[in-house]
Structures are given as C-alpha cells and as structure tokens.
C-alpha cells in the first residue's frame, strides 16, 4: 500500500497494547472507560505525546503512539498504566491484591508508510472484529468514534490531517473493511514477539537501531533426538 508521506516531525511511531492479569475484565462499565480516557487527557498535560489511534477493549486495550524524541515513550507509558492501576484499584477498594496488568506493556514499532495505516485501521476495528458492534465507528471508546464526538476536546488525540501517512479520504470505511490474512498474520507476530513491522529493510534496520533483533529470529524450537522427538 503506498501513500504519499507527510512532513516528519521525528520519531518512531509504535503500536502499544496491556490487558488485564489473567484476561479478565478491565472495564465493566461506561464510567471505566471514561476514567482511562481521563488518565490519557493528564498524561498529555504533563507530556504531549501524539495518540493516533486507540481502542479500549473490555479486557485491554490498543495505543498507536508517536512520540517526539528518545525515551518518551517508557515514560509516558509508566505513568499511564501506574495511574490508572492505582485509580483502579482505588476505585474498588483492592488495593494490595495484585497486579491489574499481565506485565509490562508491549509495543513494536511502525514504518510510516502503509503499514502504519494498517495498524491504524488494526486498532479501530477492534470492537468490529470481535463482534461487539456493527459498524468500527459505533464502539464509544476508540479514537474513531471520539475523533466524531461533537464539543470534546481531546488535545492528546492528534487528528488525521495530522498523521504522518495521508490516509484515505473516507478513513471510517477503510477501517471497516477487513483486513487480509497476511497483514493479521504481520501484526500478530509483531505483537507477540515485539518485531518491527515494516518492509524488511525497515525491519532490520530498526531492530539493529533498537536492538530488537531477537524478534526477527525464528521462533527457537527445541532440538530433535534421532527417534524424532523433541529432547
């Protein structure tokens, strides 16, 4: 997929995403959702950090995040998810009784070509793709919807315009077009093992850059024995 760049204003755009120890629920209600979108709106007053796109799903969540310099992101994201952890726990009186996240957040990063909007569109279907709405646009709790909320300002949620890819005209309905095989295929694989997804130039590119080779590695396989079994 080629796009026409925009100007870069410098850094690495990434794909974020955390669920909630043991898959559990992480939002039950509309207030849940709503207090995590608070979280992202004080995040951005102590930092501005560029939100492309987001989806809060009832058990994790997705960022597409594209900071502006080295480092901002492991900031920005341990005081994200240490805030809400805390406001969480806070808000159900259990504090003390473990951890609200599965671990650490996970990310990789982005090429800003095509495959950026892939991760975009990836993100806002969310909610489509497992069958909790009709249409990408009707879950209340993604970038797509709050980008149509009429009189919200959302200072951290850079507009499209803004992008560092020109999407196409009509964003909403190439977000609910499906994606191929190949490209869930991509990105899952970069969700699970961290690999940069891009070209493979990029790819190997960045990972040197990030020193996150270990990702574009094959999956390591125990060796075989002479009868053919794993040892």
């Not at 960022?63 to 240490?82: A, I």
């Not at 599965?102 to 070509?113: A, L």
Request: glycine share 8%; aromatic share 10%; with cysteine.
């Amino acid at each position: 997929m080629a796009r026409r760049l925009r100007i870069d204003r410098g850094g690495i755009a990434y794909h974020v995403l955390n669920r909630r120890v043991g898959r559990l629920p992480l939002f039950e209600k509309d207030d849940d959702y709503a207090a995590f979108e608070k979280v992202l709106d004080e995040a951005h007053a102590r930092g501005p950090m560029r939100v492309i796109s987001y989806c809060l799903m009832p058990n994790h969540w997705h960022l597409v995040l594209w900071p502006t310099r080295d480092g901002q992101l492991s900031r920005y994201m341990q005081w994200l998810t240490t805030t809400h952890m805390r406001r969480w726990h806070a808000h159900r009186g259990t504090r003390g009784t473990g951890p609200v996240y599965q671990g650490r957040f996970k990310s990789f990063p982005i090429q800003k070509d095509g495959h950026f909007l892939v991760v975009c569109r990836y993100v806002e279907r969310n909610a489509l793709r497992a069958n909790l709405v009709e249409r990408a646009e009707d879950w209340a709790w993604s970038s797509l919807a709050r980008r149509r909320r009429k009189g919200v300002e959302s200072p951290w949620l850079v507009g499209l315009r803004d992008w560092a890819v020109e999407p196409p005209r009509n964003w909403k309905a190439f977000v609910n077009r499906p994606e191929t095989e190949a490209e869930l295929e991509a990105l899952q694989r970069s969700v699970a093992r961290g690999a940069p997804y891009g070209e493979l130039y990029w790819q190997r590119r960045t990972a040197a850059r990030l020193k996150l080779e270990s990702g574009l590695r094959p999956p390591w396989r125990p060796k075989r024995g002479s009868d053919g079994r794993d040892k």
